[in-house]
């Protein structure tokens, strides 16, 4: 990576660089020229850096297993890249498990996830002969039992880990909708449960603390307790889950996943675990960085002594993570990365919401004009797929870059797509 002018190195996509005049290139591939063929907002994927992560995850993790969370962006395009990787995929509903056999991903490296999942979504993943289902509840064992297919499984406990992250996605504390409870006894009853059935087999035990989690020390208390907990019913399997906090902005440096996973190795080889008994799941880790988003703006208005809004054509619909948890990010002008980025705006979206603020505080050239692209960085992980077509927005394009090329993985909706579901009365 050259000299990317005003965008920090651990904010781009690994094969950024930026020509002379201060465009942002993006694979190969002129970010302006991208818009130009492909419309705007623009969700731009780096490929190189999928699989630059895909392998350091893989790498770090010697020879454990690395699930690939697909919530974090559940497309056929990456479930490919996921085969061709060699890790697994990790699904939490049926659109999410088709998109990965759709892929190519190999039905044995499948898990099935999900806190509420159906006859169909069971049915499926049984036909299907997924590597694992992860089973969450009691129901859930009487729903299998029901159906009467046989599965290897895991169970998910909730190991009473109170990961420091936003509220929202927080998963492994005692008071929690996901697993089963290890403090009440649920979990060693649901243990015992599957060991006493005929038809599913207990290969392995798994947790999730949470999301955007930073401190090593939260994964460790959850491997201390699930390692005891696995070694106590000679369980096999053990998935720590994911949840590998990446940084968004200027000031936020952060581990690597090649660092998050060769800790997490050493601390399963300190319990005396072989790697072959231990998996897993990163998502956000894995495709965050990897995207930007593109915009084109729209409205600049000052309101003098109060703030300038900045309006792109996107908003809260291709981005609801500022709007649900208050997350930050960072914006550029993806044609003038050389020129001072000193005017502070809020860098508001055309949905109509006062909420619907991208970065409340962004710093853009003070002579910003209508017209001009406006980059997100790392929106790779929970944009396009949280987004919703609130306010009858169609959804942007997905393109994928590499090697002086682009592959459109996701078209832009037209607005003929926005009526398909609707029945005309
Ligand atoms: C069961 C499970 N595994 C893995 C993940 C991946 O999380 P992240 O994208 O934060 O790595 C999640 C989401 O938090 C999850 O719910
Ligand atoms: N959607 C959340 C992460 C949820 C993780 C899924 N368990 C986010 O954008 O940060």
Redesign the pocket.
């Known amino acids: 990576m050259g000299d990317l002018g005003v965008l920090p190195d651990h904010l781009a996509p690994h094969t950024a660089a930026v020509d002379a005049l201060g465009e942002l290139i993006i694979g190969g591939m002129r970010v302006s020229e991208l818009v130009r063929q492909y419309g705007s907002p623009l969700f731009i994927y780096d490929e190189n850096h999928l699989r630059t992560r895909m392998r350091e995850a893989t790498e770090g993790f010697g020879g454990g297993r690395v699930i690939y969370?697909s919530?974090?962006f559940p497309s056929v395009a990456m479930a490919r890249l996921i085969s061709e990787e060699g890790l697994w995929w990790?699904a939490?509903s049926q659109g999410e498990l088709e998109a990965g056999l759709r892929g190519g991903v190999q039905p044995k490296r499948v898990i099935l996830?999900g806190n509420n999942k159906s006859f169909d979504e069971l049915r499926m993943a049984i036909d299907a002969k997924v590597g694992r289902i992860?089973v969450d509840s009691f129901d859930e064992i009487d729903r299998l039992d029901y159906l009467g297919g046989s599965a290897s499984v895991w169970l998910?406990i909730t190991p009473g880990i109170e990961a420091h992250t936003h509220a929202y996605?927080r998963?492994g504390q005692q008071d929690s909708k996901?697993g089963f409870n290890l403090a009440n006894g649920d979990a060693h009853r649901a243990i015992a449960r599957v060991k006493a059935s005929s038809h599913l087999m207990l290969s392995g035990l798994?947790c999730?603390i949470?999301?955007?989690?930073f401190a090593l020390g939260s994964f460790r208390d959850a491997i201390d307790v699930m390692v005891t907990l696995a070694k106590d019913e000679g369980v096999e399997e053990l998935c720590i889950?994911?949840?590998?906090g990446v940084g968004y902005l200027r000031d936020e440096r952060v581990p690597t996943i090649g660092e998050w996973t060769s800790w997490l190795r050493e601390a399963f080889v300190a319990h005396g675990m072989r790697d072959q008994q231990t998996f897993i799941?990163?998502?956000?880790?894995i495709v965050a960085a990897a995207a930007v988003t593109v915009y084109t703006v729209g409205v600049i208005k000052e309101i003098p002594g109060v703030r300038t809004y900045v309006a792109v054509d996107g908003g809260m619909s291709d981005n609801p993570r500022p709007v649900l948890y208050g997350s930050g990010y960072e914006a550029f002008t993806s044609s003038r990365l050389f020129d001072p980025h000193d005017m502070t705006v809020a860098l508001v979206g055309k949905h109509c919401e006062s909420g619907d603020v991208l970065v409340r505080e962004a710093r853009l050239p003070t002579d910003l004009q209508v017209g001009e692209l406006v980059m997100t960085p790392v929106t790779g992980?929970?944009g396009y797929a949280m987004g919703s077509n609130y306010n009858k927005l169609p959804r942007p394009a997905v393109v994928l870059v590499g090697h002086g090329q682009a592959r459109l993985i996701a078209r832009r909706e037209t607005i003929d797509d926005l009526f398909r579901l609707e029945v005309d009365g």
């Open positions: 969370a919530k974090a990790d939490a996830h992860v998910r996605v998963t996901f798994h999730h949470g999301s955007q989690v889950g994911g949840g590998f799941e990163p998502g956000r880790a992980a929970y």
